[in-house]
């Protein structure tokens, strides 16, 4: 299957400092990535879908100035959390459309004090 | 009445036996049904696709679609300790090439040996 590939695997950060995760497709290239946050216990929750060369289209109730995405080129999406809160202490997973279906990453876990 | 409801368990079961896992949903355009598996701190990996109704068979692990029931079912043979681990259920209406999959909260599955 596809592979893609996230990192940081783990950030811990202050509260106020900004993070960046980068999620890369390592076997095809993808137009489209989407991020995705996962709270204990709780479903996937889509955040925003990245397009390659073009804005992000965030998901009602994410603002979007507080989670940048940048889709610099059809293998890269960014993710960077502006300003973190401990309230966005969470599991950040991103994918990658091929053909069919999405490929995900193995996740970041981000921990805000 | 949520999109799409799954027990989240936990189901223990032993090793060897047939498990199966099970999910309902009330949105009759879905088309597109997929089954990931989580492993704790890991993203999801894509087990099984499938397109509209039917059965689809991939080794140990079984799919079947009831559109007219709106249920879905992954049935897992000689179930093995190593399957022990989180399985999300996940639909669309157009497919993996827009974000719209909606989870299930996912059913923890434990195989004791």
């Known amino acids: 299957g596809a592979v893609v590939s996230q990192h940081p695997s783990r950030v811990i950060c202050k509260s106020g400092t900004s993070v960046k995760i980068e999620c890369r497709s390592l076997d095809f290239q993808a137009t489209t990535m989407f991020w995705y946050r996962q709270f204990p216990k709780q479903s996937l929750m889509l955040m925003a879908t990245?397009?390659?060369?073009?804005?992000?289209?965030?998901e009602q109730g994410v603002e979007k100035d507080k989670f940048l995405i940048n889709h610099a080129s059809l293998t890269l999406s960014t993710l960077t959390v502006t300003s973190a809160h401990p309230e966005d202490s969470s599991f950040y997973i991103c994918?990658?459309?091929?053909?069919?279906?999405?490929?995900f990453g193995p996740g970041t876990r981000l921990l805000v004090l | 009445q949520k999109e799409v409801e799954q027990d989240p368990g936990p189901l223990s079961v032993p090793e060897g036996a047939i498990v199966s896992l099970n999910c309902t949903y009330s949105?009759?355009?879905?088309?597109?049904f997929m089954w990931y598996r989580q492993y704790s701190r890991k993203g999801p990996e894509l087990l099984m696709y499938?397109?509209?109704?039917g059965n689809k068979e991939d080794g140990r692990f079984t799919a079947q679609v009831d559109k007219s029931s709106k249920y879905i079912s992954l049935f897992i043979r000689d179930s093995q300790p190593s399957d022990s681990a989180t399985y999300l259920c996940?639909?669309?209406?157009?497919?993996?090439?827009?974000?719209?999959?909606?989870f299930g909260k996912g059913t923890k599955l434990s195989v004791k040996p």
């Open positions: 949105n009759s355009a879905f088309q597109y």
């Open positions: 990245s397009n390659e060369g073009s804005k992000a289209t965030y």
């Open positions: 499938t397109y509209s109704s």
């Open positions: 994918s990658a459309h091929n053909q069919e279906t999405q490929y």
């Open positions: 996940a639909m669309s209406v157009y497919g993996g090439s827009q974000g719209n999959l909606i």
